[in-house]
């Protein structure tokens, strides 16, 4: 199915909903839940999800596994999307929390021709093994650490949005504790017991999440620039040990 809504489909009484859309540029996707499990493909572009727990950077040719009744938005980057909507009692295995996952070609290929699947007019047996090899291959996919935590406590939740949204390297640990009324060492001790690292590990690896869409359209050179690093060495170097990917190789699958 191509450009259809969920809620149009939703009801009908089949394990797995493949949906097809196109999205206009910069489109959000404003906060919603489904009781589906949702694998979110991007066949092209760039895709940021944020839940209440963290925010994932979801690259082209790369999907994020979303948890049924998971409240989330996603912002799209020029974004085609191949989507498979599943009901949780066929994927026990699925994660609790967003992942962001490889997509090998095969599935690449599945996906494609699963968005010509249309259950509204019934599926014969060709569509149902081909949404069930889907499934197979859905579990057998590696994770990418695409993603950072995004702290519960109201004052740090709304500054790491913030910052997601538009990175500066001026911030520091003093701005932050400024802005949520704290003592620095106040800050830094909440923050880190809520997400798990210091806030300026936090921030440094948010600006390199913050890279993957700028690398759609732009050199790894005026990449680097853009978020300050001292050389584009410096800056691949960091980015590889961040996300166990160069910089060029997502420049080379972006669109």
Do not use: K
């Not at 909440?190 to 050199?219: D, N, V, Y």
């Amino acid at each position: 199915m191509r450009n259809v809504t969920l809620a149009e489909v939703d009801a009908l009484p089949v394990p797995v909903l493949p949906i097809a859309t196109v999205y206009p540029p910069d489109y959000l996707l404003v906060w919603h839940e489904h009781r589906r499990a949702q694998f979110l493909y991007a066949a092209t572009g760039t895709m940021l999800v944020e839940t209440d727990d963290g925010a994932w950077t979801v690259p082209g040719e790369r999907a994020v596994l979303i948890p049924p009744d998971t409240r989330h938005q996603v912002r799209m980057f020029d974004v085609e999307t191949n989507s498979l909507y599943i009901d949780a009692a066929v994927v026990p295995w699925w994660p609790a929390a967003c992942q962001v996952v490889e997509v090998a070609p095969l599935l690449r290929e599945l996906l494609l021709a699963a968005s010509d699947v249309d259950p509204r007019g019934g599926l014969d047996g060709r569509d149902e093994v081909l949404l069930e090899l889907i499934l197979h291959d859905t579990s057998r996919l590696s994770e990418v650490p695409l993603h950072v935590p995004i702290p519960r406590a109201a004052p740090l939740a709304g500054l790491c949005r913030r910052y997601l949204a538009d990175p500066d390297l001026a911030v520091d640990n003093r701005v932050w504790a400024r802005e949520a009324g704290m003592s620095e060492r106040t800050f830094t001790r909440r923050f880190r017991e809520e997400a798990g690292m210091s806030p300026a590990a936090w921030r440094s690896r948010a600006r390199l999440l913050a890279a993957i869409p700028l690398l759609r359209h732009q050199s790894v050179t005026n990449v680097a620039a853009r978020l300050r690093y001292a050389t584009p060495a410096a800056f691949s170097y960091a980015f590889t040990r961040a996300f166990h990917s160069s910089p060029s190789s997502l420049r080379l699958r972006a669109p």
